[in-house]
């Protein structure tokens, strides 16, 4: 890969991504932000996930893009399963207008 640093390539264009957007409903944001940080710790413990980061939009704070990066496609399953995650996403639903998640591979060599 030519476009990149050799050490940006290896981690960041070798794995399955997931690209999240979500909306919060209005005066829901703090608690999903904090609901999204909640899940950093324990799904960066995951044996298939590379990276995991939340961000929030600096101007809509009801705005948020999670940035996930897996080993592989089983990796994001095992994450779908998890504990964590399920207890995160029941809490997570209620209190968001929207949530789209997105998978990607490289295409790119």
Same mark, same amino acid.
């Given at each position: &890969?030519?476009?990149?640093?050799?050490?940006?390539?290896?981690?960041?264009?070798?794995?399955?991504?997931?690209?999240?957007? @979500?909306?919060?409903?209005?005066?829901?944001?703090?608690?999903?932000?904090? @609901?999204?940080?909640?899940?950093?710790?324990?799904?960066?413990?995951?044996?298939?996930?590379?990276?995991? &980061?939340?961000? $929030?939009?600096?101007?809509?704070?009801?705005?948020?893009?999670?940035?996930?990066?897996?080993?592989?496609?089983?990796?994001?399953?095992?994450?779908?399963?998890?504990?964590?995650?399920?207890?995160?996403?029941?809490?997570?639903?209620?209190?968001?207008? $929207? $949530?789209?998640?997105?998978?990607?591979?490289?295409?790119?060599?």
């Amino acid at each position: &890969m030519t476009h990149y640093p050799e050490t940006a390539a290896a981690n960041l264009n070798d794995g399955f991504v997931v690209a999240i957007n @979500i909306v919060a409903k209005e005066g829901e944001a703090d608690a999903v932000a904090d @609901i999204l940080e909640r899940l950093i710790e324990p799904t960066m413990a995951e044996a298939g996930v590379k990276f995991f &980061m939340p961000y $929030r939009s600096p101007t809509d704070q009801n705005a948020f893009f999670v940035y996930e990066l897996y080993k592989d496609a089983a990796g994001w399953d095992a994450h779908n399963e998890s504990a964590h995650f399920r207890s995160a996403v029941e809490e997570l639903l209620p209190k968001v207008e $929207r $949530r789209e998640r997105v998978p990607f591979v490289p295409y790119v060599d």
